[in-house]
């Protein structure tokens, strides 16, 4: 059952990012989500989300102990949700809008997505290591 449900999450994670990505930035053609935040969401770092993605994707499939996998994920989710906090901190969600609704959607929900897989990758670390313990002992 956890298995299922930790195969499922990763591919939920890698679903989120390839589909988030390609769907706000409408095939990396909305340079509203690039100007917004030029340096993290330029169309090279909404492409290496994607990246990300093919790597929860390959994890999903991975028949053996994700765990630090799923730790390093964790962090990576981490280090968005606080970009994200500190991006909100710093700018006018309300421009963003008006300069385009998908671009403010995407900066209005893409850390709470973050923030959402990062208590799973968590979650899964914290089940693998767990039955990693019982396996070993």
């Known amino acids: 059952?956890?298995?299922?449900?930790?195969?499922?999450g990763f591919i939920a994670a890698a679903l989120m990012n390839?589909?988030?990505?390609?769907?706000?930035?409408?095939?990396?053609?909305?340079?509203?989500?690039?100007?917004?935040?030029?340096?993290?969401m330029s169309n090279f770092g909404l492409l290496m989300i994607m990246v990300w993605g093919l790597a929860y994707l390959g994890a999903a499939f991975v028949n053996g102990n994700v765990r630090w996998l799923a730790a390093v994920f964790a962090i990576e989710k981490l280090i968005y949700v606080v970009v994200w906090l500190l991006w909100?901190?710093?700018?006018?969600?309300?421009s963003v809008y008006e300069?385009?609704?998908?671009?403010?959607?995407?900066?209005?929900?893409?850390?709470?997505?973050?923030?959402?897989?990062?208590?799973?990758?968590?979650?899964?670390?914290?089940?693998?290591s767990h039955a990693a313990k019982h396996e070993s002992g």
């Open 99 to 128: 300069m385009d609704l998908f671009a403010g959607i995407f900066y209005s929900i893409y850390g709470l997505n973050d923030l959402a897989f990062m208590l799973f990758f968590a979650w899964a670390f914290m089940t693998a």
């Open 88 to 94: 909100l901190s710093r700018h006018d969600l309300a």
């Open 18 to 40: 390839i589909s988030g990505v390609l769907l706000f930035s409408r095939a990396f053609t909305n340079e509203a989500i690039n100007q917004a935040d030029p340096v993290v």
């Open 1 to 8: 059952m956890k298995s299922n449900l930790i195969r499922n």
